[in-house]
């Protein structure tokens, strides 16, 4: 099991964001080790001008995201997913049945794109929203994947949704 990537799937409404954000932490922190893609129940068709612009400040290659409908992953040939997070509240609520039984978690937090006021105030909400995932990320990372059963890793899972900034109950 150790040279095992695991593929992991993060899913918002509209895969403008949030989702997005957690897919770029995700591929640049656990590159060889997690393989990570985005979705969304409702995609917007575009990820929001500022989560491009914070991963553009941030050194990811912008170019490779783009807002999609989780429908693309329930196809055949499509990757099979060891992790399933939600990173809205929405979302979880219609997520589909998965193939394979991946772990699932609710790892909510604050819609950036629904930020009001400034542009600096906008922009600080991105990076609040950035920082929160990257902690979930690092935590779930740091995991020892390989040595927890199900139901010990699933307890950790939930616990890493319930972190600073949740928005889920």
């Known amino acids: 099991m150790l040279d095992k990537t695991y593929n992991v799937l993060f899913l918002c409404t509209g895969n403008s964001a949030r989702s997005i954000m957690a897919e770029a932490v995700m591929n640049h ?92 105030e906008i922009a600080a909400a991105f990076e609040e929203t950035y920082r929160l995932l990257d902690r979930r990320i690092a935590s779930f990372m740091a995991l020892p994947l390989d040595a927890l059963d199900r139901f010990a890793l699933q307890g950790k899972l939930d616990e890493i949704g319930r972190m600073e900034g949740a928005t889920a109950a």
Not at 45 to 67: C, D, M, N, W
Not at 100 to 116: I, L
């Open 29 to 120: 922190r656990g590159a060889g080790k997690f393989h990570a893609f985005s979705a969304g129940s409702h995609p917007k068709g575009q990820i929001h001008r500022e989560t491009a612009k914070l991963l553009r400040g941030l050194g990811y290659p912008v170019f490779e995201f783009r807002s999609k409908s989780w429908v693309e992953f329930m196809t055949p040939g499509a990757p099979v997913f060891d992790f399933v997070f939600t990173v809205c509240d929405n979302a979880a609520e219609a997520c589909p049945t998965w193939p394979g039984q991946p772990m699932t978690a609710r790892w909510s937090v604050p819609d950036p794109a629904a930020a009001t006021g400034t542009a600096a």
